[in-house]
Every structure is written in structure tokens, then in C-alpha cells.
T-cell receptor, first 113, second 111 residues
Framework: DTEVTQTPKHLVMGMTNKKSLKCEQH?????MYWYKQKAKKPPELMFV???????INESVPSRFSPECPNSSLLNLHLHALQPEDSALYLC????????????FGPGTRLLVL | GENVEQHPSTLSVQEGDSAVIKCTYS??????FPWYKQELGKRPQLIID?????GEKKDQRIAVTLNKTAKHFSLHITETQPEDSAVYFC??????????FGDGTTLTVKP
């Protein structure tokens, strides 16, 4: 299995809602990543997990809360988002940090109303 | 932090011609340089990558070169086909797993 899966594919939420994005991989990768991509822009790194520990937080607002419950699963909890948070949220994984191929999931397209 | 500049932002070529996209990076700690192709509404797809201990890598019609001293790397696509049309991103990554992407190049291959 060489795939990263993400659910849901699409999500519409109000500014007072709480929702979660889910990412899963069964490749035995120990590094997992969250990226945010706005239209016509490159992916921007948000968080990096290595061996289930948060290793990088790119000064992301606290309304985004990552969680890595086990080596296969990565969640992104969303609360009190703003309309400007609407974007494609991409999860990725790699065998380890550094010079390793990253595999991207298909993304969750989020719309905040 | 790392800054990756990518040029050109748009590139239009005739089918069969070559396309070259160039990137420069600033952080000497970056040691892994992937190139991604992203079609509209799809995920970024790795097409080729190069590590800092290698100067050149080729995979069929696609090649990448890296000049560590000058901190720049380039993507070369030969014999372009209409299905090569997409947005291409370069990226630079450190051992800590921090990736910085260029702003992207929209490649259009005209039949």
C-alpha cells in the first residue's frame, strides 16, 4: 500500500464549528506533515510530526490543533476558523525526516463560511 | 528561514520542444530538492528529486541539475507533450523535514 488517504474530501463549516481532518498511511512511515494550499499558490508547511511527536509548528494559529494518535494516523482539529482559512489541506508522509520522498494525500478542500 | 525563488512563473512551449524551470534557494541546510507536478484539483505528484550529494539526475524525458555552490537547481523536460501541461513546483527540504516550495511555474504545451 503506497497511498496516503485523507477524509473528508470536502468540508464546509461555519466559524463557530469544530471539525477534524483525518489522514492515514500504512507504509510504515514515521514522519507526517500537514500543508495548507491556497488557490494558485504553493503548499505551505504547517506541522511536522516525527515518531508521533510534533517537531515543527510553523507558527500556525491555535485554532488549528494537530494530533498524531499513532504512527499511521494524523488528525487536524479545527475550531473557530476564519473565512481566510478556506484552502486545500494536504497531508503527506515520508519514511523519516530529511531527504526522503514525501507522499501526498489527495487533500481536503475546506470552505469556511 | 528558507527562501525558494522559481522562474519563470509561466512557460509556453510547442509540443516537442524542451522546457526549463529554474529555482534558487537560500538555506545551506537544505539538502533535498524535489520537483512536483500538480494538475488542477489534484495532489502534488513527485516527478523527480535530487539530493545534495548529486549534481544531476535523469529519468527518461526529465532531468534535474543541482549546483550547491550557487544554490540553484533546474528542471529540464525534453520532447514535451500536451499532457505535460500543469503547474510545476520546486522545493527545498532540510534534514528536520522543513520544506519550502517555490511559487510554481504554469507550463503550457501547445499541440
Amino acid at each position: 500500500d503506497t497511498e496516503v488517504t485523507q477524509t473528508p474530501k470536502h468540508l464546509v463549516m461555519g466559524m463557530t464549528n469544530k471539525k477534524s481532518l483525518k489522514c492515514e498511511q500504512h507504509m510504515g512511515h514515521r514522519a507526517m506533515y500537514w500543508y495548507k494550499q491556497k488557490a494558485k499558490k504553493p503548499p505551505e508547511l504547517m506541522f511536522v510530526y516525527s515518531y508521533e511527536k510534533l517537531s515543527i509548528n510553523e507558527s500556525v494559529p491555535s485554532r488549528f490543533s494537530p494530533e498524531c494518535p499513532n504512527s499511521s494516523l494524523l488528525n487536524l482539529h479545527l475550531h473557530a476558523l476564519q473565512p481566510e482559512d478556506s484552502a486545500l489541506y494536504l497531508c503527506a508522509s515520508s519514511h523519516s525526516l530529511g531527504g526522503e520522498t514525501q507522499y501526498f494525500g489527495p487533500g481536503t478542500r475546506l470552505l469556511v463560511l | 528561514g528558507e527562501n525558494v525563488e522559481q522562474h519563470p512563473s509561466t512557460l509556453s512551449v510547442q509540443e516537442g520542444d524542451s522546457a526549463v524551470i529554474k529555482c534558487t534557494y537560500s538555506d545551506s541546510a537544505s539538502n533535498y530538492f524535489p520537483w512536483y507536478k500538480q494538475e488542477l484539483g489534484k495532489r502534488p505528484q513527485l516527478i523527480i528529486d535530487i539530493r545534495s550529494n548529486v549534481g544531476e539526475k535523469k529519468d527518461q524525458r526529465i532531468a534535474v541539475t543541482l549546483n550547491k555552490t550557487a544554490k540553484h537547481f533546474s528542471l529540464h523536460i525534453t520532447e514535451t507533450q500536451p499532457e505535460d501541461s500543469a503547474v510545476y513546483f520546486c522545493a527545498a527540504r532540510t534534514n528536520a523535514g522543513k520544506s519550502t516550495f517555490g511559487d510554481g511555474t504554469t507550463l503550457t504545451v501547445k499541440p
